[in-house]
């Protein structure tokens, strides 16, 4: 059973920076494609950001795009996401997602197809 726990969620200033970190335990982290979701109050969860296990094949929703990167640390099981510029509609329980399966490209952004999901963490943006 894979298990993810997300950190590095917090309170942040508009134009602030924070990075959160997902560390995965058990299973082959490093054949999973690991995406970032998050849900603002009152809303649907949507996708933020994924990478592919290969480290390449890297999407964003077009709201975080320059803003946001992504990127993974195979060795220590944790993939990020670093957040600069951060606006107050970033202010969401930001989870991350592990897909053990085979697609590929814009179906990543579906949250449908992911397998374990953290309990998430809360990012709140506000002066």
């Known amino acids: 059973q894979v298990q993810l726990v997300e950190s590095g969620g917090g309170l942040a200033q508009p134009g602030g920076s924070l990075r959160l970190s997902c560390a995965a335990s058990g299973g082959t982290f490093s054949t999973y494609n690991m995406g970032w979701f998050r849900q603002a109050p009152g809303k649907e969860r949507e996708f933020v950001a994924v990478?592919?296990?290969?480290?390449?094949?890297?999407y964003y929703t077009d709201s975080v795009k320059g803003r946001f990167t992504i990127s993974r640390d195979n060795a220590k099981n944790t993939v990020y996401l670093q957040m600069k510029s951060l606006k107050p509609e970033d202010t969401a329980s930001y989870y991350c997602?592990?897909?053990?399966?085979?697609?590929?490209?814009?179906?990543?952004?579906?949250?449908?197809?992911?397998?374990?999901w953290g309990q998430g963490t809360q990012v709140t943006v506000s002066s």
């Open positions: 990478i592919r296990w290969t480290g390449g094949n890297i």
């Open positions: 997602a592990a897909y053990t399966g085979s697609v590929y490209g814009t179906m990543l952004t579906r949250q449908e197809v992911y397998d374990y």
